[in-house]
């Protein structure tokens, strides 16, 4: 069974950084595109970052872009979320989501993890 | 690429027929997979490639639909089908969803 676990969500304040992981466990992690997909109290989903399998490629939406760095350990099975320059635009549940092979499909979701930025 | 689904909100009874369209702003051939998310769930991936039905999804759920418009349809709403529900395009990055449409019981 697929399980991914996000991780390190908070209350930081602007300007401040983050870092969110996620646990994956299941399936073959390194054969598999990741992405980090959020939503906004009371809106709907933004997908802001993907990375290929193997890491070599990474994607932004032009929200996060120089803001948000995504990479993964493939020997840790684990996901990660660099978040700097953090605004009240960046308030958020972030989802870990597993693609349907190297595709952006998204077929695997964690729960979730909130990020609150606020002073 | 912009997303744009239609309506933002609908309401329906059990059993009604339900329609949902996605509009983007250029050709993103067939890469579009639709999304249906309860309150405080993650969402759950019900299409991909425009008609192709995800393992496990009920088939009263259908997709359709290429380059810049595409449906989703719902065969005789069931209870457990209250629910906002997204489309997603993945022709290019950023991958970017539509808004959103709530379907409602009337």
């Known amino acids: 069974e697929v399980q991914l676990l996000e991780s390190g969500g908070s209350l930081v304040q602007p300007g401040g950084s983050l870092r969110l992981s996620c646990a994956a466990s299941g399936f073959i992690f390194r054969n598999y595109a990741m992405s980090w997909v959020r939503q906004a109290p009371g809106k709907g989903l933004e997908w802001v970052a993907g990375?290929?399998?193997?890491?070599?490629?990474?994607f932004y939406a032009d929200s996060v872009q120089g803001r948000l760095t995504i990479s993964r350990d493939n020997s840790k099975n684990t996901l990660f979320l660099q978040m700097s320059s953090l605004s009240a635009e960046d308030t958020a549940v972030y989802y870990c989501?597993?693609?349907?092979?190297?595709?952006?499909?998204?077929?695997?979701w964690g729960q979730g993890t909130p990020v609150t930025v606020s002073s | 690429i912009q997303m744009t689904q239609s309506p933002s909100t609908l309401s329906a009874s059990v059993g009604d027929r339900v329609t949902i369209t996605c509009r983007a702003s250029?050709?993103?051939?067939?890469?579009l997979a639709w999304y249906q998310q309860k309150p405080g769930k993650a969402p759950k991936v019900l299409i991909y490639?425009?008609?192709s039905l995800e393992s496990g999804v009920p088939s009263r759920f259908s997709g359709s639909g290429s380059g810049t418009e595409f449906t989703l349809t719902i065969s005789g709403l069931q209870p457990d089908d209250f629910a906002t529900y997204y489309c997603?395009?993945?022709?290019?990055?950023?991958?970017?969803f539509g808004q959103g449409t709530k379907v409602e019981i009337k």
């Open positions: 997603q395009q993945y022709n290019d990055y950023p991958s970017t």
């Open positions: 989501a597993k693609g349907k092979g190297q595709q952006v499909v998204l077929d695997s």
């Open positions: 250029q050709s993103i051939n067939n890469w």
């Open positions: 990375i290929s399998g193997s890491g070599a490629g990474t």
């Open positions: 490639k425009a008609s």
